[in-house]
């Protein structure tokens, strides 16, 4: 996933969660399927050329087990001229990340021409055609939680959430409005009788306000229970 699909599957799934009726839920549900789709469809990386130990050897009688590092030339006169090879298939942190070397042709013969000398090579060393995406860096959690709701909603969402989690709390202090409001954004759902309880997606962003790890994937309330009791025995 590259950065920009990041971004609109983040879209996607804040307007799932903030769908107030069936159609906005199937329409958005479609958009998710469709970024889904894409990344289902997303060409794996490959590698083309791996670096290995040289295959065995006979020399003036004897024959010698290989131990420098080599690469499969048969392998090389695949790759289509002009070919830039990269040693990555997972993302980095630079935008632009530099080829390491390039199919070339050499008096008709299909060669590498590398940018530092083959034998620098650690053998396993696995060479693919293109580059890997940037990476895209997590923020830390505190502040991940203040991307997604305004500093005034994310109090009311933690005092909601800090008198959920009190046995002694006779329900909770927030206002028709205020619990509406948090509904409408999707960190609540209205369970009838006046009642309202947190929803998946703002048990995840309750977690990050306090900084602890965060409470992915998403899970049911069910699940969330099972796992909470699964610790609280292990402990």
């Known amino acids: 996933m590259n950065a920009e699909q990041k971004q609109r599957a983040i879209a996607v799934i804040t307007k799932w969660w903030a769908a107030d009726s069936n159609k906005a839920v199937l329409s958005t549900g479609y958009e998710m399927a469709g970024v889904l789709q894409e990344l289902i469809e997303q060409p794996t990386s ?3 050329l791996t670096v290995e130990c040289e295959p065995g050897y006979w020399s003036r009688g004897h024959y010698h087990e290989g131990t420098k590092p080599y690469i ?4 090389v006169w695949k790759l ?5 090879l990269y040693i990555a298939s997972e993302p980095i942190d630079a935008s632009e990340p530099e080829p390491v070397g390039e199919a070339v042709d050499f008096n008709g013969w299909r060669i590498v021409r590398w940018k530092e000398k083959e034998s620098s090579f650690p053998l396993g060393t696995k060479f693919y055609t293109a580059p890997p995406a940037p990476s895209v860096p997590d923020t ?3 502040r991940d939680a203040e991307r997604w709701l305004s500093q005034r ?3 009311l969402l933690v005092t909601f959430g800090m008198q959920a989690d009190d046995c002694d709390a006779d329900g909770h202090t927030l206002s028709k409005e205020q619990t509406r409001r948090l509904c409408e954004l999707g960190v609540l759902r209205n369970v009838g009788f006046g009642r309202s309880e947190m929803t998946s997606f ?5 977690d ?3 900084e602890q790890s965060r409470s992915l994937p998403l899970r049911t309330h069910a699940e969330y229970a099972a ?3 699964e610790k609280g025995g292990a402990a």
């Not at 499969?72 to 392998?75: E, I, L, R, S």
């Not at 289509?80 to 830039?84: H, K």
């Open 80 to 84: 289509p001229i002009g070919t830039n």
């Open 46 to 48: 490959v590698p083309v």
């Open 153 to 155: 909603d994310l109090e």
């Open 208 to 210: 990050q306000h306090w």
């Open 72 to 75: 499969a030339p048969t392998a």
């Open 202 to 206: 703002g048990c995840v962003l309750f």
């Open 140 to 142: 830390d959690l505190a």
């Open 227 to 229: 796992l909470a009791a």
